[in-house]
């Protein structure tokens, strides 16, 4: 088992930043990818990023240029700084992990945290 526990989640007013965390315990090793999911309330699920072990980003196109994963693997920790945040960005973000970037390979998941941005 591998738990996921996310932080870093608040109110922020539009054009500020916040940066996301998700710390990995457990069998971590059997995990090679980590990607942040957002939901919005009435929207289904997105895959926002995604990080590989061996560094490969994905990004979708709607926070390319302004969100950016990375990973501390010395902490098992992987970070979503969000900069220029839009009140579209509202939404409970989640990160999960598994072995490839699209849902159907995640295997586990945290609980969230909420992200909400004022206009």
């Known amino acids: 088992q591998v738990q996921l526990v996310e932080s870093g989640g608040g109110l922020v007013q539009a054009g500020g930043s916040l940066r996301l965390s998700c710390v990995a315990s457990?069998?971590?090793?059997?995990?090679?990818?980590t990607d942040w999911f957002r939901q919005a309330p009435g929207k289904e699920r997105e895959l926002v990023a995604g990080?590989?072990?061996?560094?490969?980003?994905t990004y979708a196109d709607s926070v390319k240029g302004r969100f950016t994963i990375s990973r501390d693997n010395a902490k098992n920790t992987v970070y979503l700084q969000m900069n220029s945040l839009k009140p579209e960005d509202t939404a409970v973000y989640s990160c999960a992990a598994g072995t490839g970037f699209q849902p159907r390979y995640m295997h586990y998941w945290g609980k969230g945290t909420l992200v909400t941005v004022s206009s």
């Open positions: 990080i590989s072990s061996g560094g490969t980003t």
């Open positions: 457990g069998r971590t090793f059997s995990t090679t990818v």
